[in-house]
């Protein structure tokens, strides 16, 4: 196996960051005041294809795998830009691609490629169930040749700008089944069709700018043609998408860890205080390099969790542990950026509290740090259950 590390793909990261040389800091500071989403930095992206690396060829992609998927958002983070616009646009068809029929992916899969189709809703949490995804309520009952969908979902991020949702249903009551990962389904909804018409979508405003949404399903009418793979068993079908997804997020850490990283250094070499540059403090100096020690660890995780899966092994420990320790990485490099600015880390033309703001998020989801340990202590370790 070939561990693609941080410096793969050089000419990705070239062309990504001249991308976003044409986003600076005014473009995402304008955004981030009126939450408006970044319509044409995506749009710009779409274009240049780096939004279907992971579609394989024959359906329109790129057929390139995590490694340079994880270079295209790291590049996107470390730029100052933010890929949670439009990153699930990269892995959300996965779940398609790896269990949808051969006429469900040559419909969907070239059109998503091409940015015809946005396929960036992914729906699974739901206020009552919280991580507990098989305490899922939103019900799935098949009615002739549809479901007839009701129920609830929380966080659903970009709702409001994508076509079609991968929404994770109950199609069999929880206490019916024989464990409580059974009785889950796939189906793929047209949002095009669904909205005003059993399903309503309602924007939550955060501490980010995230597009995030509450949906709200009222007897929401889905052809049985969407459903993905066999029915009740769609519990499988995510888990197995979110190991890529738990990379990728990783790499957005990185990306923002590298960006913090590099204005602190900036920083403290021009700014003077006490007749000299702040980082010739030690004091200044060694929270910086601490961070870029820290990253450079987690950069590590992250590239091997992505060459495992890039060769088709199982990955589920190393995308857990290296979510975990780039969002920790990243956390703590904003943390010492904001101080290293003392002041001026708090102006928002600074781009570092919005920074700041946003790489905060990953700590949580898609999936939070405690839900982490739980997988690395029970399935790697081999502690006793404690849920
Ligand atoms: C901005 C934003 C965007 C999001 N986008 C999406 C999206 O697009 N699609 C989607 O489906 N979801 C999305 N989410 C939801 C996200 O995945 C969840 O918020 C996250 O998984 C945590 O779940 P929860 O909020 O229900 O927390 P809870 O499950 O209620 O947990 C609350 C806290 O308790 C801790 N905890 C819970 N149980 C235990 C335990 N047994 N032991 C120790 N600690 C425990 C957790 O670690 C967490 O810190 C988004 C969330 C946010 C904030």
Redesign the pocket.
């Known amino acids: 196996m070939t561990v693609q590390t941080s410096e793969s793909y050089p000419e990705i990261r070239e062309a990504v960051r001249r991308l976003c040389q044409d986003f600076p800091g005014e473009y995402w500071q304008a955004l981030d005041r009126d939450r408006t989403y970044p319509t044409e930095f995506v749009n710009a992206l779409t274009e240049t294809g780096f939004l279907s690396v992971l579609i394989p060829e024959e359906y329109g992609g790129s057929g390139l795998g995590l490694a340079a998927a994880n270079a295209v958002l790291e590049e996107i983070h470390r730029s100052g830009c933010n890929g949670g616009a439009c990153h699930?646009q990269m892995y959300t068809m996965g779940t398609l691609l790896r269990h949808g029929s051969e006429e469900q992916k040559s419909e969907y899969l070239p059109k998503i490629a091409s940015g015809e189709l946005r396929l960036q809703?992914?729906?699974?949490?739901e206020p009552t169930?919280?991580?507990?995804t098989t305490r899922i309520r939103t019900f799935a009952r098949r009615e002739g040749d549809h479901y007839v969908v009701t129920g609830q979902?929380?966080?659903?991020?970009?709702a409001e700008h994508s076509d079609l949702m991968v929404l994770l249903v109950r199609t069999e009551k929880r206490e019916d089944v024989e464990k409580p990962s059974q009785g889950i389904s796939v189906l793929l909804v047209d949002m095009r069709d669904a909205i005003d018409d059993g399903l309503t979508i309602r924007p939550v405003r955060?501490m980010?700018n995230?597009a995030?949404t509450e949906l709200f399903f009222d007897d929401l009418k889905v052809p049985a043609t969407q459903l993905i793979g066999e029915e009740g068993k769609g519990f499988k079908y995510i888990l197995d998408g979110m190991n890529a997804e738990r990379v990728l997020i990783a790499s957005e850490c990185i990306g923002d860890g590298r960006f913090f990283i590099d204005r602190a250094s900036e920083y403290a070499k021009d700014r003077s205080v006490f007749g000299r540059p702040i980082g010739q403090n030690q004091g200044i100096q060694f929270p910086i390099a601490r961070a870029h020690v820290q990253l450079e660890a987690a950069a590590g995780m992250v590239d091997k969790a992505a060459s495992l899966f890039d060769a088709g092994k199982p990955c589920g420990a190393e995308a857990n542990m290296a979510k975990m320790l780039a969002s920790e990485a990243s956390w703590y490099a904003a943390d010492m950026c904001i101080q290293t600015h003392g002041g001026f880390g708090f102006a928002e033309e600074y781009d570092i509290e919005r920074k700041f703001r946003e790489t905060r998020?990953y700590q949580?989801?898609?999936?939070?740090?405690?839900?982490i340990l739980?997988h690395v202590a029970t399935h790697v370790l081999g502690l006793p259950k404690?849920?």
């Open positions: 699930a809703a992914f729906g699974v949490t169930s919280g991580t507990d979902k929380i966080w659903i991020s970009r955060t980010l995230h995030t998020l949580v989801a898609p999936i939070s740090t405690n839900l739980s404690s849920f």
